[in-house]
């Protein structure tokens, strides 16, 4: 979905776990005329160099990893120093109405669709040391898109 969103000068490396979707992301690439480097992959152990990316996009697909703080930490392990990390997930409400609901549903989605409702996933990459640039929160807080930076070594 976000491909069209990427200009023809920027590199791209995607991946996914699941070879349907990942055809599905070639027809995509395919119509819209991109190069796009896809990979089937895991998240949570990725099969790059360290340093190897200027920026690290997680784009609703931590809530459905088994280990997401683990993904994030291979998303910085693979990210350059000032490189950034985007983030756009749905995460635990910070309504108390809509956080009841989302546990209330959240057994269901996790076993039909593997999709965990109330993750959070900027614990994560606060975690990981990130200086984070902007967090903005919408849909009665279940909606949360991140800018984070790898900071230089010291």
Known sequence: ????????????TGIDLSPAMLAQARRRVSELGLEVDLREADGQA?????DRFDTVVFSLCLCSIPVDRRAVAEGVRVL????????LEHVRSTSPMARAVQRLV???????QADHLTR???????AEGMEIEEVHRWAWGIMERVSARKPHPQ
């Not at 979905?1 to 791209?12: E, I, K, Q, T």
């Not at 350059?80 to 990390?85: F, T």
């Not at 959240?106 to 039909?112: A, D, H, N, Y």
């Not at 959070?120 to 606060?126: G, I």
Request: glycine residues 10%.
């Open 46 to 50: 990725l099969d790059f160099p360290g």
């Open 120 to 126: 959070e996933p900027l614990e994560h990459v606060r």
């Open 1 to 12: 979905m976000n491909l069209p969103f990427y200009g023809a000068d920027v590199r791209l």
């Open 80 to 87: 350059k120093s000032g490189g950034r990390v985007l983030l």
């Open 106 to 112: 959240e057994p269901v989605t996790l076993r039909f």
